[in-house]
């Protein structure tokens, strides 16, 4: 306990042996294992995608470029673009695999490669992917606090407080809602248009003691994929759920399925469209309505194992500073 960070990370093939670590992993793999059953009993089917991945999903800046023979690709940054290939013969899918971002952050809550746990459906809109989002954590958590109480009070969670969690309705509110909290209860002014950054998560999340999922972020600032709300063009049909204490530990939306409207945000990007023909074509030769989100595993672990430290919660991590052991 005396240890510096710097230390047991450097030692981390030892540290795994710690009375911490070893809960920490056993209630990873119960996690995991919870999220296969419980997607298998929703008729879901599985799906791999690519690690190795020609395009950005999620920001040109956070690739990590790799050689590729005499080309050059990408780690991949989700593998949604390829679900949503699949879910025209599949219709409801789910995966969890690597997840890589180049992100130049040296925060507790950011990794370079974490392991994300996405899902995609066919004739979900945003109210159908944020409740079921809702139904696969509180099915999760409730399979550990069955198997691991004595690992959590190890860690020091407070059990009876995630059994309420499970319990509990999780309330979903708009951007422009959570900005008004933010202004009333927190006295915090943000201005629309700008995403909710850790210090903003961080204060609208002392106002509720469960989840909360937050929806209709401003267009502008969103993923390419992201539609506009028909009701308020500025805001995209999307959403991010955010855990006690200010963790986002989902990001979804509904998908747009319009081509002029995807060329267009691609552009914004600084994307040529043409670099994004496949993607086109599913629009192209007839598309339906369908939504998805990514859960990020690490960050829902250590909400509910009470870390201060999101690089605790994968074996080995991987950061801007650290690729080894």
Not at 284 to 294: A, E, I
Request: hydrophobic share 35%; charged share 30%; proline share 4%.
């Amino acid at each position: 306990k005396d240890q510096s960070r710097e230390f047991l990370d450097d030692n981390r093939h030892l540290w795994l042996r710690s009375q911490k670590m070893t809960a920490i992993m056993k209630i990873r793999s119960t996690y995991l294992f919870a999220r296969e059953e419980f997607f298998q009993k929703e008729g879901f089917y599985k799906f791999d995608a690519p690690v190795l991945q020609p395009n950005q999903c999620e920001g040109g800046s956070t690739l990590f470029e790799v050689k590729y023979y005499k080309d050059k690709t990408y780690l991949s940054q989700s593998w949604q673009l390829y679900a949503e290939s699949a879910i025209f013969s599949l219709e409801k899918i789910y995966n969890h695999g690597p997840t890589f971002r180049a992100e130049k952050s040296k925060t507790s809550r950011h990794l370079s490669e974490f392991w994300m746990a996405e899902m995609e459906a066919a004739w979900f809109d945003l109210d159908d992917v944020t409740e079921f989002a809702k139904k696969e954590l509180k099915y999760c958590i409730q399979k550990v606090l069955e198997k691991h109480e004595d690992d959590l009070k190890v860690l020091e969670s407070d059990v009876s407080k995630l059994k309420q969690v499970v319990k509990k309705k999780w309330p979903t509110i708009t951007y422009r809602a959570a900005l008004k909290i933010l202004k009333d209860k927190e006295k915090l002014n943000v201005t629309f248009g700008k995403d909710l950054r850790t210090i903003e998560e961080t204060h609208l999340m002392r106002q509720f003691d469960t989840p909360v999922v937050v929806t209709n972020y401003p267009k502008a600032v969103m993923a390419f994929y992201k539609p506009h709300d028909p009701k308020k063009p500025d805001e995209a049909l999307c959403f991010d759920m955010l855990a006690p204490g200010g963790l986002e530990v989902v990001g979804g939306s509904q998908r747009s399925v319009d081509i002029k409207e995807l060329e267009e945000s691609l552009k914004r990007d600084g994307e040529d469209p043409k670099d994004y023909n496949f993607y086109m074509d599913l629009r192209k030769y007839g598309s339906v309505p369908h939504s998805g989100y990514g859960v990020g595993i690490e960050r829902v672990l250590s909400w509910i194992c009470n870390l201060d430290n999101v690089k605790d919660a994968i074996a080995f991590p991987r950061t801007m500073i650290r690729f080894s052991p």
